[in-house]
DNA sequence: TCCTATGTTGTCAT
DNA sequence: AATGACAACATAGG
């Protein structure tokens, strides 16, 4: 389940984990997760192992011993895991990395769409990408620049990752929530002050959620998503949340707070 | 059987 | 050239 704040979850995890660990053999179950090819990533980390990590947005990197990095991308169903006992590797372990102390990285991926690659650094693999900056750390100034007058949706841009990256579904639907605004609203009908708001609006979401460490069980009570999740209910009004497509996305909302769609 | 799912990217059109 | 819309990818579970 990864956007923003679930990444940074698996990057506490990777790091109390699997850090410092000689890398002795890797096992690939399907190389169509491995952009760089299995002989790649190979000669990359075999007898190498993970010093560091940076995350920026949803992509995670592991920074290595050789002086590379390694990128990883969650895709719609993926995580990481750490076992002690390869009979204990959880279920669509795609791609796993076993350390000379006998434990293991597992790369777990229901869907095949996460992706491994292997980058000479983070700042080479972002400008290569033309990935954003981490939501969190974009300026105001910044936010306002990259989205105000666009011909697009509010919500097809959030979740575009190369001004700011780390918004997914979810979040997206929540920023639009808490600011009150149309699912489907176009950019060029916010105004500068507007997209300021919204800019707060998802500085305080991501905080929340990164602070509460990704638990939807823990999210406040002003929060969408639990309920988009759970009774269907709208956490204001107390009404059924709507449902639609936006930006090819299905998309929640509340009519009594956001208002009807333009059609 | 059919539909949906927390994401990205290639392709085609504007 | 740049930007935007949308299908495609792969799999499990309801």
């Given at each position: 389940m990864?956007?923003?704040?679930?990444?940074a979850?698996?990057?506490?995890?990777?790091r109390?984990?699997?850090?410092d660990?000689t890398?002795?053999?890797i096992?690939?179950?399907?190389?169509?997760?491995?952009?760089?090819?299995?002989?790649?990533l190979?000669?990359a980390?075999?007898?190498?192992?993970?010093?560091?990590?940076?995350?920026?947005g949803?992509?995670?990197f592991?920074?290595?011993?050789?002086d590379?990095?390694?990128?990883l991308h969650?895709?719609m169903?993926?995580?990481?895991a750490?076992?002690?006992?390869?009979?204990?590797?959880?279920?669509?372990?795609?791609v796993?990395f076993?350390f000379?102390?006998?434990?293991?990285?597992?790369?777990?991926?229901?869907?095949?769409?996460?992706r491994i690659?292997?980058?000479e650094?983070?700042?080479?693999?972002?400008?290569?990408?033309k990935?954003g900056?981490d939501?969190l750390?974009?300026?105001?100034?910044?936010?306002?620049?990259a989205?105000?007058?666009?011909?697009t949706?509010?919500?097809?841009?959030?979740l575009?990752?190369k001004?700011f990256?780390?918004?997914g579904?979810?979040?997206?639907?929540?920023i639009?929530?808490?600011?009150?605004?149309?699912a489907?609203?176009?950019?060029r009908?916010?105004?500068e002050?507007?997209?300021?708001?919204v800019?707060?609006?998802?500085?305080h979401?991501?905080?929340?959620?990164?602070?509460?460490?990704?638990?939807?069980?823990?999210?406040?009570a002003?929060?969408?998503v639990p309920?988009?999740?759970?009774?269907?209910?709208?956490?204001?009004?107390?009404?059924?949340?709507?449902?639609?497509?936006?930006?090819?996305?299905?998309?929640?909302?509340s009519?009594?707070v956001?208002g009807?769609?333009?059609?």
């Amino acid at each position: 389940m990864p956007e923003l704040p679930e990444v940074a979850m698996y990057d506490r995890f990777v790091r109390s984990t699997s850090l410092d660990k000689t890398i002795i053999h890797i096992e690939i179950e399907d190389e169509r997760l491995v952009t760089c090819g299995q002989d790649a990533l190979r000669s990359a980390l075999l007898k190498q192992s993970f010093t560091d990590t940076t995350r920026i947005g949803k992509f995670l990197f592991l920074h290595t011993s050789a002086d590379q990095v390694v990128k990883l991308h969650f895709g719609m169903t993926g995580r990481p895991a750490y076992f002690t006992d390869v009979e204990a590797a959880p279920r669509f372990t795609r791609v796993r990395f076993a350390f000379a102390d006998g434990s293991h990285f597992g790369f777990v991926n229901m869907r095949k769409f996460g992706r491994i690659d292997v980058a000479e650094s983070v700042a080479s693999y972002q400008a290569a990408k033309k990935l954003g900056s981490d939501a969190l750390d974009i300026s105001e100034e910044a936010f306002v620049k990259a989205l105000h007058g666009r011909k697009t949706t509010l919500k097809a841009a959030l979740l575009q990752q190369k001004h700011f990256a780390g918004i997914g579904n979810w979040i997206a639907d929540e920023i639009m929530f808490q600011a009150r605004l149309r699912a489907d609203v176009g950019l060029r009908q916010l105004s500068e002050s507007e997209l300021m708001g919204v800019y707060d609006v998802m500085q305080h979401v991501l905080r929340t959620a990164v602070d509460l460490e990704a638990d939807h069980d823990r999210f406040p009570a002003h929060f969408m998503v639990p309920h988009r999740w759970g009774d269907g209910l709208c956490p204001e009004t107390g009404e059924a949340l709507q449902k639609t497509t936006v930006a090819g996305r299905a998309t929640y909302y509340s009519l009594g707070v956001q208002g009807p769609l333009v059609e």
